[in-house]
């Protein structure tokens, strides 16, 4: 990427600010913020030394001084930011979920292959150099066919009826809260990882919180409460799903943002014929390998690591990587897309973005209709009309 790319970030709470550093990395000019008003705007910008302080997301969008738009503000807004930015002709990198239903996130695929421009989502955890040693062993066959992928992503920061935040809101954050926000990523790193698409669902919901304090503040990961008010909470605290694959797998994964003591705790484990591999997210330096006649644990190290797992190692071995650098190399990925007119692979794109929404309306609808559900049938995708 030619350094000087324009861009610009609408929505600066924790992940703009997480995007700003890695696009500057990424040899991005940071053009200018938006927040949800103009002297949170300011207050950004002057944050993140972005050049200026756009008056609200709709002018960053359509600035003819922009070449790619990062969308970071909550999920209600990725639809018509995404929609605006493309008929303007920027290029899109969008948070997750793509969009709050399936339909939106169609609409955003259709925009984007119309104004032929390119696009990405962050999955950022396709980054980490063990998730794709892990990939690679199944991809060359040397893990034998995948039987069983468990795992589960649990976190803690909304464990009490007092913490708050704009996501617990269906109206901004979409019908599925839990699964949307965090289970969108345990799955699209099952299907990366596997190859597999999962194909069919049977899901449970829990929303142990009825109800729940209105916090004054209401940004991501903030202690709330304060304002002494409650309102009811329709969006799901858990969810534990069940499911299939097209290459003849069965899995399971539970999803919750109410387990004590657990904070990013993403494990996925795969039972293949020959070898499990397990990855914890909150350990990521390490895939644990295990045969009959003995396990391991691989240590992310670019000499010990298969050459397209090596190539995402940037720090010697023993000076531990994270989630930044996963960051770091996702916006990398998605600049060298913009330079060269086409996505490298495994660059997590608004495909990934909608495959991502229609497996989480199947699994509301699973769990409103207590039944299994297949991830492209028609009432899974007619959920949200
Ligand atoms: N890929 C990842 O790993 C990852 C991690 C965290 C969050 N996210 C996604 O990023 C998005 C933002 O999450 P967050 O945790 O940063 O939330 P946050 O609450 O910390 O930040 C949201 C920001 O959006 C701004 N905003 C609200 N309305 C706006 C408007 N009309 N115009 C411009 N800005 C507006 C708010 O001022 C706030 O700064 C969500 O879609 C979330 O799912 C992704």
Known sequence: MSRGVRIAIAG???????HARSARLAGGRLVGVAASSPGRSERAAAALGAERA???ADELVASPDVDIVHICTPNHLHRPLAEAALAAGKHVICEKPLAIDATGAQALVDAAEDAGRQTAVPFVYRYYPTVREARERVRGGESGPVRIIHGNYLQ??????????????AQLGGASRAFAD???????????????????????????M????????RAAFERGGEAGETREVGTEDAAVVQFETDGGAIGTTVIS????????QLFLEISAAEESLAFNQEEPESLWRGRREAAIVIKRDAEALSEPAARYAFLPAGH??????????????AYAAVAAGEAPEGLPVFAD?????????????????????????????ALAG
């Not at 600066?12 to 997480?18: N, Y």
């Not at 943002?257 to 990013?264: D, E, L, P």
């Not at 531990?320 to 990925?333: I, R």
Request: net charge negative; charged share 25%.
């Open 156 to 169: 803690d920061w909304l464990l009490r009826p007092e913490d708050d935040n704009w996501r617990v809101d």
């Open 320 to 333: 531990p990587q994270g989630y930044a650098d996963c960051f770091d190399a996702f916006v990398a990925e």
């Open 12 to 18: 600066a709470g924790f992940i703009g600010a997480v």
């Open 182 to 208: 965090i289970g969108s990523h345990w799955c699209d790193l099952a299907e990366f990882v596997t190859g597999h698409r999962i194909t069919r669902v049977c899901a449970r919901m829990l929303t142990a």
């Open 54 to 56: 756009f008056g609200s």
């Open 353 to 381: 973005g909608l495959r991502s929404a229609r497996i989480t309306e199947a699994v509301l609808s699973s769990a409103r209709d207590e039944r299994w559900i297949d991830v492209l049938a028609p009432e899974a995708l």
């Open 210 to 217: 009825p109800e729940r304090a209105r916090a004054a503040s």
């Open 257 to 264: 943002q109410i387990s004590a003591g657990r904070k990013n």
